[in-house]
């Protein structure tokens, strides 16, 4: 009885320990801020279509730091372009194309959205921007890896495995 | 106060009330749906809430406040705030060849096919609630008992299967007690066809709290347990819950794709419904939900099989390795409901104000429709969830495998599908 009790002290003691690792890991790799690049290095264009439902290109891809010019092209009805994480917002009218210039100074992804309603599947009519290298997903996926691994080696396999209370069940 | 009826009946008859009002703007209002009060509050405000708060935390409580059998529950009953009795309408036995999860995959396989229409135009939104309403209250009138939400109801296969592992739990507090008594009147009650005392799993149980008010003794008490408890000793699955597991994964990826994706042809062809592309897309989503994903699920299972001395039966190890597969779901469920619900949410107030689209402004809001953006906060909370569920579901793989070589193949299926997730949602 004893013993027992040991034992589950043990596993109460390495799940705490575990989880708090978990929390450390996390607040480090998310909680790091994102490296920043201020001076413009080159100047880019480009034309972005817009009709129901999709952005044409849907992926764009770009380098930290570049001056941007975004031309939205409506070509069927009125749609809008918002981005995420920048204040970019452009509404287009079809053969009225809109313009606007950001500098893509936060690298990650971000999204960008209509911003005018234009049919049932506006909610969902969205693109998307890589600026540089995928931070969040490089971080994402080394947490993953991390709580995986706490996972594998604080959590010893149970000495009760072969039990009956298992075989019971299944 | 959990012994008293009325709480829980006024919260039922308010969603009642908000239900059916929710089946007329569907009908009645626009059908534009990000103005449509049906479209708002059912796919952005219930849904997420159903994911983020309600299982997560509390398991079946949505079923316990759930409108749709409500009728069928007071026919049968023969009165409203009365529970089962002697004057309760017998019905039928549910049939023994559908006491499985088979349907309610079913009606997810349906939800996913036709999942672009139905989140996007408030009718056939409006259609939906009606009909699971409709046929709630016929199966009550044929069937003994809550059949609808035990064995056909989609969303019902959905909080069962999570349910395992929420903190809110009926326990018996001496199960002696429970055996002297010979009535047996928390399992008479129980519209859910259980017996408290033999309560191995959460998942079947609709914490309708009828049992506790029935026990003569007190003998019955909700307990709150740690989360994830259930797994893996009690989870007790069988072959169609690991199959509605994996039907889980596979629709909360394809979902993703679907609707937080970039590739708009996508999304237009799960639209047109009926459109030879569209057929492509059911074809390929069948392919992905009850070929590709089972099989890996398979392949996996049999090279740990392979690894494991002691061998069961294949379709025995298929269902024990099941339990790795909730973790996974539910977290990844979570993950995306927040990216959306992030972003869609600022459709909720300018639809209060204007619930039917007909150009209302009650609250002075019905202009103010802000564009959602995906904060940084957002994208660090989605992939905390992705690498706790991937966390809950190795710790889990680890207890059911007897050494750490069986558990590494488990462990692929689970790192991939996580990682799977985590460039959807921040690729």
């Not at chain 1, 009709?51 to 941007?68: A, D, H, K, L, N």
């Not at chain 1, 069927?76 to 606007?100: F, M």
């Not at chain 2, 309610?104 to 036709?114: I, Q």
């Not at chain 2, 299972?301 to 099941?322: C, D, H, M, P, T």
Request: glycine fraction near 8%; charge should be positive; include cysteine.
């Amino acid at each position: 009885m004893k013993h027992a009790k040991t034992v589950v002290q043990h596993l109460a003691s390495l799940q705490w320990r575990t989880g708090l690792i978990f929390i450390l890991a996390a607040a480090i790799i998310l909680g790091t801020p994102m490296p920043l690049s201020s001076a413009p290095i080159s100047e880019s264009y480009i034309r972005i279509e817009a009709s129901r439902y999709r952005f044409t290109p849907e992926q764009i891809y770009i380098s930290p730091g570049e001056r941007v010019t975004i031309e939205l092209v409506a070509t069927d009805v009125k749609h809008g372009l918002s981005l995420d994480g920048y204040s970019l917002n452009l509404e287009a009218e079809p053969g009225q194309p809109a313009r606007a210039t950001f500098i893509a100074t936060h690298p990650g992804v971000y999204r960008f959205r209509c911003s005018v309603a234009c049919g049932n599947l506006h909610p969902f009519m969205l693109g998307k921007i890589q600026i540089g290298a995928n931070l969040p997903l490089l971080r994402g996926s080394l947490l993953v890896i991390i709580a995986i691994v706490l996972a594998l080696f604080y959590h010893p396999i149970p000495q009760h495995h072969n039990n009956r209370a298992l075989n019971d069940l299944y | 106060m959990l012994r008293s009826r009325w709480p829980q009946f006024i919260l039922r008859a308010l969603i009642l009330a908000g239900f059916i009002f929710t089946i007329l703007s569907g009908f009645l209002g626009s059908q534009v749906g990000s103005h449509n009060f049906a479209i708002i509050f059912v796919w952005i405000a219930w849904w997420s809430a159903l994911k983020l708060f309600f299982i997560p935390l509390g398991g079946r409580t949505w079923c316990s406040i759930c409108p749709i059998p409500l009728p069928g529950e007071w026919l049968q009953n023969k009165g409203i705030l009365r529970s089962r009795g002697p004057q309760t309408r017998p019905g039928k036995r549910w049939p023994r060849l559908w006491r499985n999860a088979w349907l309610p995959v079913f009606g997810f396989v349906l939800v996913g096919w036709f999942g672009a229409i139905i989140l996007t135009a408030p009718r056939v939104t409006a259609f939906v609630l009606l009909g699971l309403f409709l046929l709630a209250t016929m199966l009550s009138l044929i069937y003994e008992r809550r059949a609808f939400c035990r064995h056909v109801c989609p969303v019902g296969g959905f909080i069962g299967l999570y349910a395992r592992l929420a903190p809110p739990v009926i326990s018996v507090n001496e199960p002696s007690l429970c055996a002297l008594h010979t009535k047996k009147t928390c399992y008479e009650v129980c519209p859910w066809e259980q017996y408290p005392p033999a309560l191995k799993t959460s998942a079947n149980c609709g914490l309708c709290l009828e049992c506790l008010r029935a026990c003569p003794y007190n003998n019955i008490s909700l307990r709150l347990r740690p989360w994830g408890a259930e797994l893996p000793l009690a989870a007790k699955m069988g072959l169609d819950d690991v199959f509605l597991a994996l039907t889980m994964l596979t629709t909360a990826a394809i979902d993703t794709v679907i609707f937080l994706g970039p590739w708009g042809i996508l999304k237009s062809v799960a639209y047109t419904i009926g459109s030879p592309a569209w057929w492509i897309f059911a074809a390929s989503f069948l392919l992905l939900t009850l070929v590709i994903v089972p099989a890996f699920y398979t392949l996996v299972v049999w090279v740990a099989e392979r690894i494991r001395k002691e061998r069961f039966s294949f379709k025995r190890s298929l269902v024990y390795y099941g339990p790795i597969l909730l973790p996974i779901g539910l977290t990844s469920w979570m993950a995306f409901t927040l990216a959306f619900a992030s972003t869609k949410s600022s459709y909720l107030l300018p639809v209060l104000s204007d619930p039917l689209g007909w150009g209302w402004n009650l609250l002075g809001l019905t202009n103010h429709l802000p564009t959602g953006q995906t904060s940084s906060f957002s994208l660090a909370l989605q992939t905390l969830l992705l690498a706790g569920g991937a966390m809950s579901a190795t710790e889990t793989a680890r207890k059911l495998s007897r050494s750490t070589r069986e558990s590494i193949p488990l462990l692929a299926f689970i790192a991939t599908y996580t990682w799977i997730m985590l460039w959807l949602l921040l690729g």
